[in-house]
């Protein structure tokens, strides 16, 4: 419709990246969620992260499933590659996109219902797998596209719009992704857009699979009194481990931090992760205590948001199997095809 078009004309005084681009450059068509949508929040933070690390568009895939969450991807990175899967089926369509072409920066948009549910495998596949992406559920403990039924991830004791009480227990995704051996892995709030920004810098430089988990309030169906994943519940609950700043290895350091206070990480592609400690025995470095301080500070009804773990020297799927630097889309039949003898003395090597 015509009063969704977005103007094309803008300020000619907009701040512009080391590309030349501004951050119009990154976004989409205009949202069709509910306003006040903790999703478009998301969406915005995406945007800015890719801006800031002056990411060419073009290199950038966006692959989603089904639900609110998983219509997104349109409202960012128009000028980037696509792909709308079926429900729950994203995780296994991104593996096979990148294993045909490394060359891309590949971003999977999810939900609680899309991830912890009927894609809950597929989800638990391309953790274990080391995939080479960065993993946003935008979670909001509801089906918002049904009407506000419970999801998966909704917490035992939790009520819906109309009063019923979620009786099961709720699937932790983070806590999946550290267990299954994801590399890189968050919580964040949709509200929060100083934490989350650097959160999906960090995840997008990260070389392996980078899981966040974004609490995203749905404002039509689970932002009430009694919802954990209300706007109001977040804020007054919310403890969060680490402030946050990513730094790629292309930009000078200007800001000095207080000596002690600041715990860098170098990855391999030479980006730092810079963390201002809150937590005094929190150690983002190991996926045990990660886990077991998520589940405590759980029992004393508080979201821990922030890095929860990173490991530094992390590998993805292509190290796994030995595929060659050169993305498999760009060989030739030849080289696909290297004939009967190649087969037969790779058949003897298992024999």
Not at 278 to 287: G, I, K, N, V
Request: proline share 4%.
């Amino acid at each position: 419709m015509t009063y969704l078009a977005k103007p094309k004309l803008h300020h000619p005084d907009l701040p512009a990246n080391a590309l030349g681009f501004t951050r119009r450059d990154y976004e989409g068509t205009i949202s069709t969620l509910c306003a006040g949508c903790g999703h478009d929040s998301i969406s915005a933070a995406i945007i800015q992260a890719c801006w800031e690390l002056a990411i060419e568009p073009h290199k950038v895939a966006k692959l989603s499933g089904i639900g609110c969450s998983s219509k997104t991807p349109t409202y960012f990175l128009d000028k980037s590659h696509g792909f709308n899967s079926v429900h729950g089926r994203m995780p296994s369509v991104l593996t096979g996109a990148n294993l045909a072409n490394r060359d891309l920066i590949y971003l999977g948009v999810s939900g609680d219902g899309d991830s912890a549910s009927i894609g809950l495998g597929q989800f638990a596949h391309a953790m274990r797998r080391g995939v080479n992406m960065t993993y946003i559920v935008e979670n909001n403990g509801v089906y918002g596209l049904t009407k506000g039924q419970f999801s998966a991830t909704a917490d035992r004791g939790s009520k819906s719009k109309r009063g019923a009480v979620n009786t099961d227990e709720g699937i932790d995704l983070a806590i999946l992704a550290l267990q299954l051996g994801a590399t890189y892995v968050g919580r964040s709030f949709s509200g929060d857009k100083a934490q989350l920004v650097p959160l999906i810098k960090g995840a997008l430089t990260h070389p392996g699979a980078a899981f966040i988990d974004v609490v995203s309030p749905c404002v039509a169906f689970n932002n009430h009194e009694g919802s954990t994943r209300s706007y109001d519940y977040v804020r007054n609950h919310n403890e969060a481990v680490n402030r946050l700043d990513v730094i790629t290895v292309h930009r000078e350091i200007t800001t000095d931090y207080p000596p002690g206070s600041v715990q860098e990480v170098t990855q391999h592609d030479g980006s730092v992760l810079r963390l201002r400690k809150l937590a005094d025995d929190y150690d983002s470095s190991s996926r045990i205590s990660a886990m077991s301080y998520v589940q405590s500070r759980y029992a004393h009804g508080e979201i821990v948001t922030g890095l929860l773990y990173v490991e530094p020297d992390a590998t993805d799927l292509h190290a796994s199997l030995n595929t060659t630097e050169v993305p498999l889309n760009q060989l030739s039949e030849k080289e696909l095809c290297p004939g009967s003898a190649a087969l037969e003395k790779f058949n003897a090597s298992l024999r």
